[in-house]
């Protein structure tokens, strides 16, 4: 029981040196990273830079307590940062007391929702969100991020809370950019478009290893920081109205409780539990694809419990909403990671950066965290899905579509609920319109496929039906029409096979459209019989009137039902070497 809600127990007995060592490195190449993507996406969250760093310590330690995921690297987030300034900003105006409140209230009420999701072994619910509606919503989220920090490159001011009002402040607000800003700005983010693809080569041009090459080549950020802050002390850009940090208060993290208010917290419920969502989705996706990697595996129940935790540490500690990140959980697998301490390592690295290092953060230009902002979150805009998803299903391209434009148009928030929506509409709209396909038999094999695909062996006075769903309340009077319909079709009809393959559970509706199908075949002088039921759902059927009153009979094969009713030629007489109704199978 303990080992189930505390994986540290189970990796931690066999930590030795060598794994020591791997994690060690990891967890410094990773702090590298974490230090100025904590401090851009504080910013991007509309929260001090100091915030980041404060999220990215204590969540770090529970998560390697509590979490599955050897390689997982949780911390702040582009798009859980930019759903907390949504969120934060609907209650509270940036820059005040209120609003950091709000942010940590956030974190809390996230934290406690994911652990009571774990407790609950919910880690089902990440199915609500289907694929096309997770990538269009990660796809908007970027386009809104990457725009949002365009007013920081340029050196102008800005806001909005949606796509066309971003745009439309931008643009009125071209004429104030600030050179001395954009000077900063573009070759920042230049460099750091150039380093994500192009550093890597040119190291290994210079004869430096693969491996080497590649973790440099993820330090880049750091040395981007390191030249601009360089460039507006040589040049005195501060005085030049190019926007910098300021000072960063050094220590540890503070200790803080989120807030008691009621009227807050009820304002705040449905953007934590749509974070918690969402933050759970990315974080399961990245731990599951790492883990298959090396042949591991993690609970999802568990990981929403380790998620819960670090958010409750978050909020705690001074910090905001936090999940595990694609980019820098990467960086963690490549690096040799082992366990999840190498997080707790990380967050040692934090600390000694929060309590030493942010002096040196003081002329740090906003433009520089914008750039990095938005180099990171353009790498999530995926432009090939749409079209992947026409081709191949309308209705997935249509939840694709409408979440991408809700969310650009109404919001994070909006683009979320409507993701969920749309995507749930388009299951149920399927769920009610089954697809059922007339088979024949296959000549010389014992196969029966669909006669508009295969040239098939049916005769007029046999109709075959293969349903390819289980029959539910939301299909079971469209398979009643179905069938009247097919049977209408068919003067000469005297029996109807309905082939029940794929058929995994009847429901009290479905049941009641196979009572009126029955009756009305009954009326008509037409056998209705069942072929290839599945155990349980015999059970089922065993338990109610159905067998009973069935006008044919149940068949252990369609092959068998098929030869029995092109054998009739209309006299009474006993079936034989087939299931009766009343049989078992």
């Not at 991408?404 to 609920?417: D, K, Q, S």
Request: proline residues 5%; neutral net charge; glycine residues 10%.
């Amino acid at each position: 029981m303990l080992k189930r809600y505390l994986p540290i127990l189970e990796w931690g007995r066999s930590y030795d040196r060598s794994v020591l060592s791997s994690d060690l490195v990891a967890a410094v190449i990773v702090t590298i990273m974490l230090i100025p993507q904590s401090l851009a996406y504080a910013l991007l969250a509309g929260l001090p830079p100091v915030v980041g760093l404060y999220a990215s310590i204590l969540p770090l330690v529970l998560y390697a307590i509590f979490g599955t995921s050897r390689t997982l690297a949780v911390g702040p987030v582009a798009v859980i940062s930019l759903m907390t300034a949504s969120a934060a900003g609907a209650v509270a105006e940036q820059g005040t007391a209120a609003y950091l409140e709000a942010a940590i209230t956030l974190a809390f009420l996230s934290g406690i929702m994911l652990a009571i999701l774990g407790l609950l072994r919910a880690g089902f619910l990440a199915n609500l969100l289907s694929h096309p509606v997770i990538s269009g919503f990660i796809t908007a989220s970027g386009v809104l991020i990457a725009t949002s920090q365009l007013r920081h490159i340029l050196g102008v001011s800005g806001g909005g809370d949606n796509w066309p009002e971003m745009l439309g402040s931008i643009g009125a607000s071209l004429g104030t950019t600030n050179p001395w800003t954009l000077a900063i700005g573009i070759p920042a983010l230049a460099f750091l478009f150039w380093v994500r693809k192009g550093a890597k080569p040119a190291l290994m041009r210079l004869g430096i290893a693969d491996k080497p090459a590649d973790m440099i080549a993820k330090a880049g950020p750091v040395v981007a920081v390191a030249l601009t802050i360089i460039a507006v002390i040589v040049f005195d850009l501060g005085e030049k109205g190019v926007a910098i940090t300021g000072e960063i208060p050094p220590g540890l993290p503070p200790f803080a409780l989120p807030s008691a208010d009621l009227s807050l917290i009820e304002a705040l419920w449905v953007p934590a539990l749509l974070i918690s969502i969402i933050g759970f989705v990315e974080s399961v996706s990245v731990a599951q694809t790492l883990a298959a990697k090396r042949r591991q595996r993690i609970s999802p129940d568990q990981e929403l419990i380790g998620l819960g935790a670090s958010n409750i540490a978050s909020a705690l500690s001074g910090g905001y909403p936090v999940t595990g990140g694609f980019a820098r959980s990467v960086v963690n697998f490549d690096a040799g990671a082992q366990t999840p301490a190498a997080g707790a390592f990380t967050a040692v690295g934090i600390a000694l950066a929060s309590l030493f290092l942010t002096p040196l953060l003081f002329s740090l230009p906003i433009a520089t965290l914008a750039a990095t902002i938005i180099v990171a979150v353009l790498s999530l805009v995926d432009l090939k899905t749409p079209g992947r998803l026409w081709r191949y299903s309308k209705s997935d391209f249509a939840a694709h579509v409408a979440t991408i434009g809700i969310t650009l148009i109404a919001g994070v928030e909006m683009g979320v609920i409507a993701g969920v929506g749309v995507g749930l509409l388009l299951y149920l709209w399927r769920a009610s319109r089954p697809h059922a396909a007339i088979v024949g038999r296959v000549p010389e094999t014992e196969h029966f496929r669909n006669v508009d695909r295969h040239d098939v062996f049916t005769v007029p006075h046999v109709l075959s039906i293969r349903i390819d769903e289980s029959l539910t309340y939301l299909n079971a009077r469209w398979l009643e029409e179905y069938v009247l319909a097919r049977v209408a079709e068919k003067p000469e009809l005297r029996h109807v096979i309905l082939m029940c393959s794929a058929v995994n559970a009847i429901d009290a509706s479905g049941l009641e459209s196979l009572e009126a199908i029955n009756h009305r075949m009954g009326d008509a002088g037409v056998g209705l019989h069942l072929s290839e039921v599945k155990g349980p759902v015999m059970d089922r059927l065993k338990r109610s009137h159905f067998l009973e009153e069935l006008n044919g009979e149940v068949f252990l094969s369609q092959s068998r039902a098929f030869e029995t009713c092109v054998a009739d030629n209309g006299e009474a007489r006993e079936p034989q070497d087939h299931y009766m109704a009343r049989g078992l199978i």
